[in-house]
């Protein structure tokens, strides 16, 4: 007689019918190193493709557009060394509160605009700004070699 506290024997039975699911021989699986094509002749080169712009999204670009709108160059960004890409930002936060507009990003802060410019720095579109008497140690930063068309400005 059966304990009726056990399970049924029918369970078991299923359960030892069933089988674990194998891919067939000769089969890759997907994302494997077999099936990568390392033929890459056919790829266009890394960058933008010829004809394509920037679309203005860049920190770097958007610094430039300040310096060359009047409404914007003396009150909120000015050039501290037009000939060296030095410049300063007079007002930090209304700087942080229009690139956060133009990121839809509402909660910009000059913080993260900082940290973005320290970011930027690392790329090569800022530089290092030497350490001199001449520019003032906070809120002023160079363009790098990377940032270009700022000399035109």
Not at 1 to 26: H, I, N, V
Not at 122 to 139: N, Y
Request: proline share 7%.
């Amino acid at each position: 007689m059966r304990d009726p506290r056990l399970p049924s024997l029918e369970l078991f039975e299923g359960a030892m019918e069933m089988k674990t699911w194998r891919r067939s021989p000769g089969r890759h699986r997907k994302g494997s190193y077999d099936s990568f094509d390392w033929d890459m002749s056919f790829r266009a080169p890394p960058g933008r493709r010829p004809g394509h712009v920037s679309k203005g999204n860049h920190l770097w670009e958007f610094v430039r557009d300040l310096l060359a709108n009047p409404n914007y160059n003396p009150s909120l960004v000015r050039w501290e060394d037009q000939a060296n890409g030095v410049f300063r930002f007079v007002q930090s936060e209304k700087v942080a509160k229009l690139w956060g507009e133009k990121k839809n990003n509402v909660t910009m802060t000059y913080e993260k605009l900082s940290r973005s410019m320290r970011f930027c720095r690392s790329v090569g579109h800022f530089a290092a700004l030497p350490k001199s008497e001449r520019f003032p140690k906070k809120l002023c930063f160079k363009f790098g070699p990377k940032a270009l068309a700022w000399r035109s400005v």
